[in-house]
């Protein structure tokens, strides 16, 4: 499949996908303003963010099948501007459960965490990676409730099923996935999920691959 992104990395990474065989694609929303505490659920894209996902819309050669998103305005936004760079209407299914709460088990306990941590997403991943956190799934559990629903969605061939996320939750997958967070110094020396950054997955919800980063890993589960 071809893609065109600013990220090299989802360009290599889409090239590896067998020809016609649907893929997955979960990424971080387009550039938004400015949030000023917490998680700023209204902040909006902005008209840079914008023009990026109908660009990247424009440029996708598969038909877009299956579209889901964080119910917040920034990842709604750009799923609406992708399928617009498209040109194609497809339904967006709002999925909290599985790309804003998917670390959540006990949103009072996880929500203080949060508060009490200063909203450092670095450090609630590295200290989920390590020990775990009040009122939070693993990072295992958190990563399986993400991957189940992908691979329970869309799967069309010939189609790219898109899954619009945010940073913390990429993170999770990042950590799982590919490790990171394992030491501080893997935090330090690897970039946090950026806006409009995405990992690009195909195969089987028990036998997949995963392109990040110019990585690709293959995933057996039995």
Known sequence: MKLVSIYEHMEKGASKVP??????????????GKIESGVGREVALTDEGIELCKSFGRNLQYDIGYVASSTCLRNIQ?????????????????????????QTKDIFLSDKVFKELKFNNQEIIFKLK???????NSIQESAKIM???????????NTVDLY???DFQMAILYAYLFDFASTRRSI????????????ILWGEKNHFWCSWRNEIREFVNT
């Open 130 to 136: 390590k020990e775990g956190l009040e009122g939070f």
């Open 78 to 102: 750009t799923c609406e501007n992708i399928l617009l760079g498209k040109a194609q209407n497809r339904n967006i299914v709002k999925a909290p459960n599985e790309m804003e709460y998917p």
């Open 19 to 32: 020809v016609g065989q649907n893929c997955k694609i979960i990424f971080r929303h387009s550039i938004r």
């Open 147 to 157: 991957l189940d629903y992908m691979f329970s969605n869309g799967n069309l061939e």
């Open 164 to 166: 619009c996320t945010h």
């Open 188 to 199: 330090e020396n690897n970039k946090w999920p950026m806006m409009l950054e995405g990992m």
